[in-house]
């Protein structure tokens, strides 16, 4: 099996961001071997990789069906499109989260309803979607119809509380995993925590493979079989008459070959992944604010990120000491010109916490010495502020 980490770096220099490039070299045999396959059977569309990664995705989260799909944001429009959403459907996601929630919704002209987030975990607080849902009902305008809670970081949101108020008002959860794919709460997989999840394969998530590339997940046969047809021009099988609206939204094979080879070494990624976050978690405790994790949930560490109160003097001191570190997300979505004609409502907690969070170096790739200089680089900056 291949190695998934090496705890020390023999070259200081530079602490990357992301660094793919290590975990390619671990793993280039295996990539190459497997895109060679692809190469001599030539079925570069939907080819036997396909079906193979779609069952071990499907295995590895305990849901009943994986599709797989062009790329995360497709996920989600695919998804929305299955379940029949459309103009005049409320779709509540997470003021403070990636534009792709609420442009996937856009795109299926549905409404975006912008719902605060948790000042803790980050995650789209419920009991501000008990209100927004009120608000809608209230308004009469819109038909509540989708709740796309968001695992933002790749911690799963709190989906017990979320489907309760779903349930309870006639509506759905699709859940954007985009980055938590790896995650759980308690002993279910994301991907079995909602009745349909959609998750990306961008080059730098948990899972990601080398260009675009997503998957929907479901336990519902219906809606896995209108993700397949919308995914395929909305055609069925192989025949050439659209029995509903589709797009062109298949995982090209030799993408699947790749994430097929990534997924060898995922579990040891994962725990990698795991390790580091608790290393930062005990430096910055009481220093920087967490995102908190509660009891029994795994997050799948896309990314490592902080509140702090002066987020412009620590980048540029980790610029200065060549510390890789970004802004995830600086602007809340309801201040994003593309979404101006959502409904206004007040959404404190997601200003609050755009304007406080910088992400730190977070792959199974770093060196253990890595980890500590970026703890002290940080701890050096904040102290001194």
Partial sequence: MVTAVRPVSVQPGRVAFFDLQRQQRRLADDVRQRIDAVLAHGQFVLGPEVDELEKALAARSGAKQAIAVSSGRDALMIGLMALGVGPGDAVF???????????????????????????????????????????????????PRVVMPVDLYGLPADYPAIGAIAAAHGMTVFADSAQSYGGALGNRKVGALAPITATS????????????????????????????????????????????????????????????AKLTVFDDELDRREAIAKRYDAAFAGVLGLQSRPEGYRSAHALYTVKVADRDALKARLDAEGIGNA????????????????????????????????????????????????????LSAVENA
Avoid: W
Wanted: aromatic share 8%; proline share 8%; with cysteine.
């Fill in 93 to 143: 996601v997470p003021a403070f989260t990636f534009a792709a929630t609420a442009g996937a919704v856009c795109s299926v002209s549905a409404t975006p309803i912008f719902v605060d987030v948790d000042p803790d975990t980050f995650n789209m607080d419920p009991a501000d979607l008990a209100r927004a849902v009120a608000e809608v009902e209230a308004a009469g305008v819109l038909e």
């Fill in 201 to 260: 394969f961008y080059p730098t998530k948990p899972l990601g493979c080398y260009g675009d590339g997503g998957a929907i997940l479901t336990e519902d046969d219906g809606l896995a079989e209108a993700v397949r047809t919308i995914r395929s021009h909305g055609r069925q099988g192989t025949g050439d008459v659209a029995v509903r609206h589709g797009v062109t939204g298949r995982l090209d094979t030799i993408q699947a070959a790749i994430l097929n």
């Fill in 327 to 378: 802004f995830f997300y600086r602007v809340p979505l309801h201040r994003h010109p593309a979404f101006a004609d959502a409904p206004v409502r007040p959404l404190p907690a997601s200003e609050d916490v755009a304007a406080a969070v910088i992400s730190l170096p977070m792959n199974p790739d770093l060196f253990d010495d890595e980890v500590e200089r970026v703890i002290a680089s940080v």
